[in-house]
């Protein structure tokens, strides 16, 4: 990422970049771990970028952040306990407090930093989700992979990770050994699922498919799915795997039978929620043939003697 001027320049991949007018800076410096970046841009208002690349922006976080969340906590039918590796900004832990049942949300993103400053200047993506004090609500900065070992278990796991980025601190999460622990960790009816990188035909190939394929080797159920998100400049990919054939059921219902179990869940879905419906939830996890195929054929396996990493929004070891 480079500020040329007034704009940010983010490069997707060799060939491939976006710029975004910005209007004002509020943050941009390091933590322990990353470079970050809080700015408002014309396009997209409000977001943050982490390590050059564009993690979440006020004018359409709600296609990712509903889409990460409520097919999970759907595919539960009673989640009181959810797990959030990452998740900065607060809007995951968001959606997961609009589930009536959910008891307690622990968050853990290991960078402090960011999560003060997204408490600070990114307060409509966390609508006071980040307030400590809430009882239905566990703050922890540490690392998520030593947590997970040491806690649990969950009935639901998320998580809301930045991608994996070459000598960040992400990268060891998205492995074979990593999820063999989560599975580990979630209740007999639990749902795992986690962002996978970007899902367009022609870059699939680089964190989405071979988390896919990762976690075949793991779950007994897998499910690809995503949107387009505009700020990202791609489709998104999501992942969710369930332990059984109950959670198949319920990923797999009908557009009725999914808005039925959402207002059982969650008061007020009319206003609470912008994005995600049972129609909606029909349009996430239907592919495109290239996909499909892509996702059928895709054989590679994660682990952290071989491990995935970006670079400047390029994969490296993807191939």
Same mark, same amino acid.
């Given at each position: 990422?480079?500020?040329?001027? =007034?704009?940010?320049?983010?490069?997707?991949?060799? /060939?491939?970049? #976006?710029?975004?007018?910005? /209007?004002?800076?509020?943050?941009?410096?390091?933590?322990?771990?990353?470079?970050?970046e809080v700015v408002e841009?014309?396009?997209?208002?409000?977001?943050?970028?982490?390590?050059?690349?564009?993690?979440?922006?006020?004018?359409?976080?709600?296609?990712?952040?509903?889409?990460?969340?409520?097919?999970?906590?759907?595919?539960?039918?009673?989640?009181?306990?959810?797990?959030? /590796?990452? /998740?900065?900004?607060?809007?995951?832990?968001?959606?997961?407090?609009?589930?009536?049942?959910?008891?307690?949300?622990?968050?853990?993103?290991?960078?402090?930093?960011? @999560?003060?400053?997204?408490?600070?200047?990114?307060?409509?993506? #966390?609508?006071?989700?980040?307030?400590?004090?809430?009882?239905?609500?566990?703050?922890?900065?540490?690392?998520a992979k030593k947590y @997970?070992?040491?806690?649990?278990?969950?009935?639901?796991?998320?998580?809301?990770?930045?991608?994996?980025?070459?000598?960040?601190?992400?990268?060891?999460?998205?492995?074979?050994?990593?999820?063999?622990?989560?599975?580990?960790?979630?209740?007999?009816?639990?749902?795992?699922?986690?962002?996978?990188?970007?899902?367009?035909?022609?870059?699939?190939?680089?964190?989405?498919?071979? @988390?896919?394929?990762?976690?075949?080797?793991?779950?007994?159920?897998?499910?690809?799915?995503?949107?387009?998100?505009?700020?990202?400049?791609?489709?998104?990919?999501?992942?969710v795997a369930v332990k059984?054939?109950?959670? @198949?059921?319920?990923?797999?219902?009908?557009?009725?039978?999914?808005?039925?179990?959402?207002?059982?869940?969650?008061?007020?879905?009319?206003?609470?929620?912008?994005?995600?419906?049972?129609?909606? #939830?029909?349009?996430?996890?239907?592919?495109? =043939?290239?996909?499909?195929?892509?996702?059928?054929?895709?054989?590679?396996?994660?682990?952290?003697?071989?491990?995935?990493?970006?670079?400047?929004?390029?994969?490296?070891?993807?191939?």
């Amino acid at each position: 990422m480079a500020t040329d001027g =007034k704009y940010i320049h983010e490069t997707l991949e060799d /060939g491939h970049h #976006h710029y975004y007018k910005i /209007g004002s800076s509020f943050f941009s410096g390091k933590s322990k771990f990353q470079s970050i970046e809080v700015v408002e841009t014309e396009p997209f208002g409000k977001a943050l970028l982490l390590d050059g690349l564009m993690q979440s922006a006020e004018k359409d976080e709600a296609c990712y952040h509903e889409s990460l969340v409520h097919p999970a906590l759907t595919a539960h039918p009673n989640p009181k306990k959810v797990f959030i /590796g990452g /998740g900065g900004e607060g809007a995951t832990l968001r959606e997961v407090l609009k589930h009536k049942s959910v008891e307690v949300c622990t968050m853990c993103d290991i960078d402090e930093d960011v @999560v003060k400053l997204c408490e600070t200047h990114l307060k409509d993506h #966390h609508d006071g989700a980040l307030d400590s004090s809430n009882p239905r609500v566990k703050l922890v900065y540490e690392d998520a992979k030593k947590y @997970v070992e040491e806690n649990g278990p969950w009935d639901v796991i998320i998580l809301d990770l930045a991608d994996p980025v070459e000598f960040g601190p992400c990268y060891v999460l998205y492995s074979k050994e990593f999820y063999e622990t989560c599975k580990a960790k979630l209740t007999d009816d639990g749902v795992f699922v986690t962002q996978s990188g970007p899902m367009s035909v022609h870059s699939y190939h680089h964190v989405f498919a071979p @988390v896919h394929s990762t976690l075949r080797s793991v779950f007994h159920k897998v499910f690809a799915y995503g949107t387009h998100v505009p700020s990202f400049g791609h489709e998104w990919g999501f992942n969710v795997a369930v332990k059984n054939e109950a959670g @198949v059921k319920r990923l797999t219902a009908s557009v009725e039978d999914i808005d039925a179990a959402i207002e059982s869940k969650v008061e007020d879905v009319d206003t609470k929620m912008r994005f995600y419906d049972g129609e909606a #939830h029909q349009r996430l996890f239907h592919h495109t =043939k290239i996909i499909r195929k892509a996702l059928a054929a895709e054989q590679r396996v994660i682990q952290m003697d071989n491990p995935l990493t970006f670079n400047a929004g390029k994969a490296l070891n993807s191939q």
